[in-house]
C-alpha cells in the first residue's frame, strides 16, 4: 500500500544549489518565530516566515474576565509598550460603558503613552543595533531607557507592566512634583538621544549596510498595509495621532515624520524621528495639563453594557495602528475582544523585501519592520 | 572466543582512539613531558654560557645558594625558555589575557556599564581565569554527523599555528625564537594555515550555519592576505631584508610608518580583518548565521579556539609594531644596572658580593621590550576600538573592499617605495 501525501506537502525537488536555513526559534537573529529561509550562495530565493510560537490566547482569555480585570493580561503582548496596548482597549471600553473622562486624566494618560512609546523605541533600537553587529547601540538605549522606565515607575508603581489605564482615567494621580522631574528627565534623554546620530545614523558603514537594502515602495507600503514607523519611512503620511486624533492629541501640536527610500535605513531612522516627536509632545502636555482635579471616575463594580453593542478604536502604538474591537452582549464580560496587531501587518512584507537580498541583509530588514514576535501571536 | 575481551574489534578500538584523540594527547604530553625530563638527565648536553646545563646540575643550587644566578642565566639562554617562556608563548598569553581583560574594561566604559565586576579583588581581574575554569569544566558536545578527527584536532591546529606564528616575532635585540632569514615569508606561510584550519573545522562539523561561516571565514582570509602581503613589500624592498630582526633594526632613527603610511594604513585593515574582527566579523555574524564556524565547538574546544584568536592577534600587533612602528627602537629610559652591586655592596665591615650572575637581563634588553610592550599594547588598543564604534559590514562590500580598493592601495605604497628608493632618499642602511 502506497501512502500519497496531499501536493502541498510532498517533498519537492529542488535545486542542490540551494540551501534551506531554519532561521529561529532557537537563533540569536530571530526571536520567538522561525523564518524558513532558502539561499543561493548570498542570495535568498525564498523566504517563509513562520510565527506562532508564542500564541497565549490572550483575546479568548478576555472573553471570561470583566472589563476591569482584563487590564493586566491584555498589555501582555508587549510588555515595553504596555500603555499603548491598553489604550484602545480602554478608549473602547469607555464608549461601551459611557464613561466620561476626565480632562487630567486624558493628559496624563498622553504622556504615559508618550513615554512608553520611547521605552519601547529604545528596546527596538538595541536589538536593531545588536542585529547588525554594533554593540554600543545595543548597550546605550537599554541604559537612557531606564531614565523613562524611572519615571513610568513613579507614575504607575511598576517598572514594565504598569497597569495604569483603566476605563474612566487612570489608576493613580501623578505623584508631586512629577512634572518638574518629568521635564528635566525628557530633556536629557533628548539631548542623549541626538548623541546616537554621531556613533549610529551616521556611520559610514551602517548607512552602506542598510541603504537601498529591502525597499518597500510607496504603493507596496499601502497594499501590504503596513502601518506605523514602516508606512512612514516610505512615504505615506499617516499617523493616527494626527489623522484620527483621540482623548486630547488634538489640542497638541504633533508633527508626522516621513521619509521617502523605503528602505532599511529610513525604517529604522523614523523610528528614532518619533522618539524625538514624543520628547516634544510630552513638553506641550505638561504645559497644557491641568494643574489639579480628578483623574478617576469611580466606577461600579462589575460595570456592564445594555444591549448587543460593538466598538473598534485604534491608536498609534510604537509600532503603529493598534486595534481593538470589543463586542458586548450585556453581560460582566465582553462577548468578544479581537486586537488588531501592527507586528503582523508589518510582517506580511517581509518574504517580498528579503527575496533577493544577501543573507548579511536579512536580520536588519526582519527587525526594521518593527515586528514583535509577542505581539503577532497574542 | 577471548575470554578477555569478547567483543573487542580492532576497527571499533581504533575508532574510539580517534574520537578520543584530545585526551590521549593530553595525557601522552602529561606522562611525556617528565619522561622527557628523565631521559635529559642522562643524556649529556652542550655547554651553554660557561654552565653545562642538565636538569641535574641544574639543581647544584640547592647546595650552593651562589649558584642560583648562573643557572638562571644558563637556563635563559636555552631555546625551551625562549619557547615556553619570554619571547615565546608565556610572553604571548601574558599580552593575550591583559587583552582580553583590557578588551571588556574598555569596551564597558565605552557602553557606560562596568564591564566584569565582582571576579576577583580588583575589577574582575580574575573573570578570565573564571571563564577558563568553566570552559575547562564543561562537556564537550560532537554533532553526531560531524567527521570527528578533523573536527578534533582543528582547535588544537588552530592555537598551534597561532603559537608558530608568535615564534617570528622579535621582541628585543636577539630576543626572538626563531630567527629565520626569511622570517617575513615564514610568517606569510603561517597566515595561510588559518583559513585552512577554519575550512576544515567548519566543513568537518557537517552543519549549516558552521558552513556557510567557515565559506565566509575563506574568502575573507583568501581575499585580504593579497593586500596584506603586498602592503609588506614597501618595508621589505627599503630594508632589503626578510628577515623580522633586521627589519626592527634598520629602523632605528626614524619608523617606516613615517615614509609608507598607505601600507601601515592598508596592512592595519587587512589585519582587522585577518583576525575577523569588528566591522570584519563576518564569519562570526551572530545575527545571521549564530556563531559562524565557532556555533558546534563547545567547552575547551572553543576556548583553545578563542586563545589562539587572541594569541593572533598579538602576534599581528606584534608583526605591526615590527615592520612599521621600529619594533624594540625608542629612546633609552630604562636606567643602567647599578655598578656597585655588580662590584659588590659594602655593609660596615662586610661586603655583600660581587654577583657574577648578575644582571640578568641587559639594559637594551629591558629597554627593547619595554619599547615594544608599550608599541604593542597601542597598536592592540587600536585593534580593539572598531568593536565599540562600527556595525558589521556585509560580504559584497568586504570582498568589494579587499580585492579592489585595497590591493590599489597598496601598489600606490609600493611605487611610493620604488620612488624612494630610486630617488636615492632611502635605501638598505636608512637614510643616505
Known sequence: MTFVLPPGLALQKVDERIMTLNVGPQHPGSGHMRIVVQIDGDYIVACDPDPGYVHRGEEKMAEYRNYITNIPHLERPVIHDSCNVLYPYVLGAEELLGIEVPERAKYVRVIASELNRCIYIMYWLAIYGIFLGHSTMFMWPAGDRELLIDLMEKMTGARVTHAHFVPGGVRNDLPPNFEDVCLRQVNYFEKRIKEYAAVFYDNPILIARTKDTGILSRQDAIRYGTTGSVLRASGVDYDLRVKEPYDVYDELDVHTNVMKEGDSYARSKVPWFDMLESCNIIRQALQKMPKSGSVRVKLKPNPKTKGLESVYKRVESGRGSLGCYIVSDAKVEPYRVKLSVPSFRNLIALPNLLRGEKLGNMPSVYWSLNYWPVEADR | ?432
Open chain 2, 1 to 432: 572466543m577471548s575470554v578477555i575481551a569478547p567483543k573487542f574489534k580492532l576497527s571499533e578500538f581504533i575508532k574510539s582512539l580517534l574520537d578520543n584523540i584530545f585526551w590521549i594527547i593530553l595525557i601522552l604530553v602529561l606522562i611525556g613531558l617528565p619522561a622527557v625530563m628523565m631521559i635529559l638527565f642522562v643524556i649529556e648536553m652542550p655547554v651553554i654560557d660557561g654552565e653545562l646545563l642538565t636538569p641535574f646540575l641544574a639543581f647544584t643550587w640547592m647546595a650552593d645558594p651562589t649558584r642560583i644566578l648562573p643557572v638562571v642565566h644558563a637556563f635563559m639562554a636555552t631555546d625551551i625558555f625562549r619557547v615556553m617562556a619570554f619571547p615565546g608563548f608565556g610572553f604571548a598569553a601574558l599580552l593575550a589575557a591583559a587583552t582580553i581583560f583590557v578588551e571588556r574594561k574598555m569596551l564597558a566604559k565605552l557602553q557606560l556599564r562596568v564591564g566584569p565586576f565582582y571576579c576577583g579583588k580588583f575589577e574582575g581581574i580574575l573573570q578570565l581565569m573564571g571563564d577558563g575554569l568553566k570552559l575547562i569544566s564543561k562537556e564537550i558536545i560532537i554533532p553526531a554527523k560531524a567527521d570527528k578527527p578533523i573536527f578534533w584536532a582543528a582547535p588544537v591546529l588552530f592555537v598551534a599555528a597561532a603559537a608558530a606564528f608568535v615564534a617570528f616575532i622579535p621582541v628585543a635585540p636577539g630576543w626572538v625564537v626563531a630567527d629565520v632569514e626569511m622570517g617575513l615569508l615564514g610568517v606569510f606561510a603561517v597566515i595561510g594555515f588559518f583559513p585552512i584550519i577554519t575550512i576544515l573545522s567548519a566543513w568537518s562539523a557537517n552543519s549549516k550555519f558552521p558552513f556557510i561561516g567557515g565559506i565566509r571565514a575563506l574568502f575573507q582570509m583568501v581575499s585580504f592576505e593579497i593586500p596584506l602581503i603586498l602592503s609588506l613589500l614597501g618595508v621589505v624592498m627599503l630594508t632589503g631584508s626578510l628577515n623580522l630582526s633586521e627589519i626592527a633594526a634598520s629602523q632605528s632613527s626614524f619608523p617606516w610608518i613615517v615614509f609608507l603610511p598607505v601600507g601601515a594604513i592598508v596592512f592595519f585593515i587587512t589585519m582587522l580583518a585577518e583576525l575577523e574582527r569588528i566591522p570584519f566579523d563576518l564569519p562570526e555574524a551572530e545575527s545571521e548565521i549564530v556563531a559562524g564556524w565557532l556555533t558546534e565547538l563547545s567547552g575547551m574546544m572553543y576556548g583553545l579556539v578563542q586563545l589562539g584568536t587572541y594569541l593572533k592577534l598579538y602576534a599581528f600587533a606584534a608583526l605591526f609594531v615590527v615592520l612599521f612602528l621600529g619594533g624594540w627602537n625608542g629612546p633609552m629610559v630604562v636606567p643602567p644596572f647599578p655598578v656597585e652591586i655588580l662590584e659588590g655592596i659594602e655593609m660596615g665591615p662586610i661586603t655583600v658580593g660581587p654577583f657574577p650572575g648578575l644582571p640578568l637581563f641587559t639594559q637594551e634588553m629591558l629597554n627593547g621590550t619595554l619599547w615594544f610592550v608599550l608599541k604593542t599594547a597601542g597598536i592592540i588598543f587600536f585593534i580593539l576600538l572598531p568593536r565599540g564604534v562600527f556595525p558589521r559590514i556585509r560580504v559584497d562590500m568586504l570582498l568589494n573592499l579587499g580585492w579592489s580598493k585595497l590591493i590599489g592601495l597598496s601598489f600606490v605604497n609600493i611605487f611610493i617605495a620604488l620612488g624612494l628608493l630610486y630617488a636615492g632618499v632611502l635605501g638598505p642602511g636608512g637614510l643616505q
